[in-house]
């Protein structure tokens, strides 16, 4: 079995923090893993401190003390074809973007909107990624996970995920019990194309679009996300560092006649969804800079590293950012980002 020791973990997380793994191996196969795990944890439950996919969303404040296990496991396989529909397997080590390009070029629709996001398969189900009006879960159709405890695979049908904005089952109940190992797709031969989100219309527009494509599609998203988001490998970040919060009617009514440009959306469960991003931006942030640790200049709500940031200098920013809004609006800002 073969494993790093006091391993820089830098190039293995989008804000490009320098902490060190104790020990990191890395697995392409679930018997790689099941080897792996008996190596290092032999004949217990299989205990690692981080399973590593793409690390795109995910912000290290301190060493790992431990085992870190990075998820390698590739392969994008046609399992069942009809008139209407693919189900595709993808090994959860495979990169987001590669995988939604693949769909694109074989004609399956479903996860165009979803272009352009960082990172790799098996991370996109634990929060359930969303962009411009979609979200894995729209596509989804089932996932292996490798129970850590009882070192066996377990399946999660769409109902056992519990997917909601930016959540799963893997973020709560069985949080660090499982390492997901495949996820199995959806998607349809025939598109229904989703451009009713602003930016996107007016985006194919720009681009002169004659006829609507799931290309098409891609390729203004891949704009707008190109013209907003800082790209990692340039300045370090994990996207969105807070999610939009929700708060009730009566808390958006109020707030709105204090502030009248606030910008929200009407949640299909009657709550409304502010833009986190304007409320940031409007306590001063954006564009704010610390060291190298800061609120990005034409996204507040992406935080960023511009060099040599600790995770701890990342977490204060976005602590001082949190108790800010939360005293000019009233409302508690959630992190989205995995804090290790
Ligand atoms: N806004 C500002 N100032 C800012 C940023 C935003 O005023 O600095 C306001 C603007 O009015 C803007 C609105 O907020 O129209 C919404 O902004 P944007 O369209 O950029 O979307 P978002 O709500 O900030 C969410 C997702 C993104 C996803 C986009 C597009 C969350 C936490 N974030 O951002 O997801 O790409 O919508 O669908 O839901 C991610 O999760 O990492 C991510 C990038």
Redo the contacts with the bound molecule.
């Keep these: 079995m073969q494993f790093l020791e006091n391993y820089s973990l830098r190039p293995h997380n989008s804000f490009g923090i320098d902490a060190r793994a104790r020990y990191f191996a890395a697995f392409t196969s679930v018997e790689q893993l099941a080897a792996l795990a008996e190596f290092a944890f032999p004949g217990q439950k299989a205990d690692p401190q981080l399973i590593l996919g793409g690390g795109s969303?995910i912000l290290l404040t301190k060493n790992i003390d431990g085992w870190v296990f990075h998820n390698l496991v590739k392969g994008i396989e046609l399992e069942l074809e009809d008139a209407e529909s693919v189900i595709v397997r993808v090994g959860a080590g495979e990169t987001w973007h590669n995988f939604v390009l693949y769909t694109i070029e074989n004609n399956w629709a479903g996860i165009e909107?979803l272009s352009l996001?960082?990172g790799s398969v098996g991370a996109a189900p634990m929060?359930n990624?969303?962009?411009?009006?979609v979200e894995l879960k729209d596509s989804f159709h089932s996932l292996l996970a490798w129970h850590t405890r009882d070192k066996r695979l377990d399946l999660f049908t769409l109902r056992d995920c519990e997917f909601g904005?930016?959540e799963s089952i893997f973020k709560k109940q069985a949080k660090g019990e499982y390492i997901i190992v495949q996820v199995n797709f959806r998607l349809n031969k025939k598109p229904v194309f989703h451009t009713s989100?602003?930016?996107i219309q007016q985006e194919l527009e720009k681009m002169n679009v004659q006829e609507l494509s799931i290309r098409a599609i891609s390729d203004a998203v891949i704009r707008?996300?190109q013209s907003?988001?800082p790209d990692p490998k340039q300045i370090g970040n994990?996207?969105?560092?807070?999610?939009?919060p929700s708060v009730t009617v009566e808390q958006y009514e109020s707030l709105k006649s204090d502030f009248p440009h606030l910008?929200a959306?009407n949640n299909p469960d009657g709550t409304m969804?502010l833009?986190?991003?304007?409320?940031?931006?409007?306590c001063g942030w954006?564009g704010y800079r610390e060291g190298d640790a800061g609120c990005?200049q034409?996204?507040?709500?992406?935080l960023v590293n511009y060099g040599n940031a600790t995770g701890k200098e990342i977490y204060d920013l976005s602590q001082k950012i949190l108790d800010s809004v939360k005293d000019k609006f009233g409302v508690e800002l959630e992190r989205?980002?995995n804090i290790i």
């Design positions: 969303n909107n996001i960082p929060q990624i969303g962009a411009y009006g904005y930016r989100y602003g930016a707008i996300r907003k988001l994990a996207g969105s560092f807070f999610k939009n910008v959306y969804k833009a986190a991003g304007w409320l940031i931006e409007q954006k990005h034409q996204q507040a709500l992406v989205e980002v």
